[in-house]
Each structure stands twice: as structure tokens, then as C-alpha cells.
């Protein structure tokens, strides 16, 4: 028997907007606004404060706003696909509140329709290498927003790797394939699956 072809996505910056959406009330931006710089600009000891002020918000993760463009074509596509392994790895920071960062983030995607029987969550910590897990997790494509992560990612041969397009990865360089949404990146992972259906048995 065939093993399910195993994709992987990011969360935040992808599916999530929370963290974005409270560092632009914090910063008094308008609504939509994303920063140009991973770093906002800022130096790193108000960077430190403005971080320290996000994750003392009472259970951000769970109650985070989504992309809802996004989260609509993943629901779709895990309408459709039980011939995919999905893996959702995202590399996030406790935050305050009464609900641990694991359920936190698991009730979040359950309550949109995101989690379903051929999902996987895992919630790695800041530091943690997504290259590593993918290579282990035997992952072939994967999503994310951030662009050191993707550089990593693409050192691990047998994963092809997808850049979201956001105002704070730009610029970036041409050999990195870029997708504007996670309708385009799940329709290279159909291309995926009907090239193998097309292959020949081994």
C-alpha cells in the first residue's frame, strides 16, 4: 500500500493572524496592517517589551482571528484529500491564560474545521528546528511565512519548500518559489498527487 504523501503548513503569518493583529493594536496601526521588517524595525530591547506585551494577552492563541481566504481552501482541500498526511508545525511562545499552548492551538484549528483524522499538530518551541522535524516527519512540501525558515527547510532535500508572500519577507531570493495564498501552495500539492497517480507501481 501506498504511504499518504505528507504535507506540512506553518500556522501563524499563514492561517493565523492573532499575533499580528495584537502587535498592530498595541503599535495603534490600522486594521490589516503588517509590518515590512520580521523585526518590525525595532531595536532588540523594544522588540523584547513589545513581544512581552503580545504574549501577556490572555490566551491569544486560542481566540486568535484567521485568514479566513486561507483557512476556506484548506478546509476544501481536507474535504476532498484522505490520501494526505497533514502536518501542522509551528514554532510559538506560551502566552498567558488558562489553557495550555498545545490545546490552545489544537482547539483553535478543531473550531474552524482545520483538524480532522489525517492531521497532525505540533507545537515546537522558538528555537526548535523545523528542517529537523520535517526530515524526520518525512514531510515532502511544505508552507511558511518566514523566510529563515524556508532557507533552513530548503537544506533538506527530499521537502519542497513554499514562501507565503508577506510584506515582511521581501525581499527574498528569486530561487525561492512564492505562493500569494494557501490555495496556490495546495494546488502544487495536487499537482504532487496526480503525478504520482500517473506513475507506474513499483
Same mark, same amino acid.
Given at each position: ?32 496592517? @503588517?509590518?515590512? =521588517?520580521?523585526?518590525?524595525? !525595532?531595536?532588540? /530591547? $523594544?522588540?523584547? #517589551?513589545?513581544?512581552?506585551? +503580545?504574549? *501577556? ?75 529537523? @522535524?520535517?526530515? =524526520?516527519?518525512?514531510?515532502? !512540501?511544505?508552507? /511558511? $511565512?518566514?523566510? #529563515?525558515?524556508?532557507?533552513? +527547510?530548503? *537544506? ?47
Amino acid at each position: 500500500m501506498t504511504q499518504p504523501l505528507r504535507i506540512g503548513i506553518d500556522i501563524d503569518g499563514v492561517l493565523a493572524s492573532g499575533f499580528a493583529t495584537k502587535a498592530a493594536e498595541i503599535l495603534s496601526k490600522p486594521e490589516g496592517w @503588517l509590518p515590512d =521588517q520580521w523585526n518590525f524595525g !525595532m531595536k532588540w /530591547d $523594544d522588540l523584547g #517589551k513589545l513581544l512581552d506585551q +503580545i504574549f *501577556a494577552t490572555e490566551n491569544l492563541w486560542l481566540n486568535s482571528p484567521c485568514w479566513e481566504e486561507n483557512c476556506k481552501a484548506l478546509v476544501s482541500f481536507l474535504v476532498h484529500h484522505d490520501d494526505v498526511e497533514l502536518f501542522y508545525i509551528t514554532a510559538r511562545r506560551a502566552c498567558a491564560g488558562n489553557m495550555s499552548l498545545q490545546r490552545q492551538t489544537r482547539h483553535w484549528l478543531i473550531n474552524r474545521s482545520l483538524y480532522w483524522d489525517n492531521c497532525t499538530l505540533i507545537v515546537a518551541g522558538e528555537k526548535t528546528s523545523k528542517k529537523g @522535524l520535517i526530515e =524526520q516527519l518525512g514531510i515532502r !512540501m511544505f508552507l /511558511d $511565512d518566514h523566510l #529563515k525558515q524556508v532557507l533552513e +527547510i530548503r *537544506a533538506a532535500s527530499a521537502c519542497e519548500v513554499f514562501l507565503l508572500d508577506q510584506p515582511y519577507n521581501r525581499p527574498r531570493p528569486s530561487s525561492i518559489p512564492v505562493v500569494r495564498n494557501v490555495a496556490e501552495y495546495l494546488e502544487e500539492v495536487e499537482k504532487w498527487l496526480r503525478l504520482t497517480k500517473q506513475s507506474p507501481q513499483s
